[in-house]
């Protein structure tokens, strides 16, 4: 069982595939503006809660198993971490997560501050993929993101993570309701991806999806 993709033309998904056959590599962590890389290549960036997947699906992404590491600690990703894709064709930006409270209140406001200021200042993003958990739908610090992406005017795009947990009917069910609320946001793509990380599932249409900005 799989889940329905959003179509992609042949020779998109081909793309996908070799830009992520190539070679993917860590590449920094940034804790401030001034530590930023050169905008001189296409960036993308993953967002979400602490434990929405990001790490698992930056590593389907890429192919590769320890390429983004999970942690066990909640909050620990305290840092824009830079992963540089194919020789330089791309960056991908691991964002750090939101919404633990074992993290005090002035390191969320330093990580806000900074990644609003990220968001707004780097001209070469062409788009924040927003991962939000299949099994919980939409939570407030789901709302708060957008809410900034919407103010930073940065595109942005869905990705329901972990869909291979939940039944087809009730995934289906979650896609329309964030469908349906995203119609409301300027900065939003309107299409939801579904993925799982685990299955490999909507992982060469995410892949399509990237290789389309370049």
């Not at 590769?64 to 840092?79: F, Q, V, Y």
């Not at 806000?112 to 924040?128: D, N, Q």
């Not at 799982?196 to 060469?204: A, H, L, V």
Request: hydrophobic share 45%; charged share 25%; glycine share 8%.
């Amino acid at each position: 069982m799989g889940v329905e993709a959003p179509s992609h033309p042949d020779d998109l998904i081909e793309a996908g595939r070799v830009l992520f056959s190539g070679n993917a590599e860590f590449v920094m962590g940034v804790v401030n503006l001034q530590g930023l890389p050169p905008a001189d290549r296409v960036e993308v960036c993953f967002a979400g809660r602490s434990n929405v997947g990001k790490s698992s699906l930056i590593n389907a992404l890429t192919g590769r198993a320890k390429l983004a590491r999970a942690s066990t600690e909640p909050g620990r990703t305290r840092e824009l971490n830079y992963f540089n894709i194919n020789d330089g064709r791309l960056f991908l930006v691991d964002l750090p997560g939101f919404g633990y409270a074992q993290v005090s209140k002035t390191q969320v406001a330093a990580w806000t501050k900074l990644i609003r200021s990220y968001l707004r200042g780097r001209p070469s993003l062409r788009r924040v993929f927003l991962l939000v958990d299949s099994r919980r739908g939409f939570m407030d610090t789901d709302n708060e993101i957008m809410d900034l992406l919407d103010g930073a005017a940065v595109n942005y795009q869905i990705i329901l993570t972990k869909v291979d947990k939940v039944p087809k009917a009730e995934v289906e069910k979650t896609a329309a309701a964030v469908a349906a609320k995203l119609k409301k946001r300027g900065a939003a793509h309107p299409i939801v991806l579904q993925t799982s990380s685990e299955k490999g599932w909507g992982i060469p249409e995410l892949r399509a999806e990237i290789a389309s900005f370049l």
